[in-house]
């Protein structure tokens, strides 16, 4: 359970860091809003297809999406 808190905390912080929202942020993943807001609560187990969408359009491998130290946001 803790690889979903991390990931939800990584695409949060890094959404608003890009200053975009869950629209935007799902559109330029190739995902959708409500996938991006499930996520962000976390409420769903999202694919491994689904993670490295979102890893490449913030810039980061899937690996350092779950290093991500979100004590230190």
Known sequence: ???IT???KCVQHH???M???QEVFAEKCGLSS???SLIERQMVN???NSI???S???GLSVSEIFAFDIDNI
Do not use: A, C, G
């Open 1 to 3: 359970m803790q690889e």
């Open 46 to 48: 999202p694919t491994l």
């Open 34 to 36: 409500e996938m991006i």
């Open 19 to 21: 200053q975009e929202s």
């Open 52 to 54: 490295s969408r979102i």
């Open 6 to 8: 991390t990931l939800s």
């Open 56 to 58: 490449k359009h913030i």
């Open 15 to 17: 959404r608003h860091l």
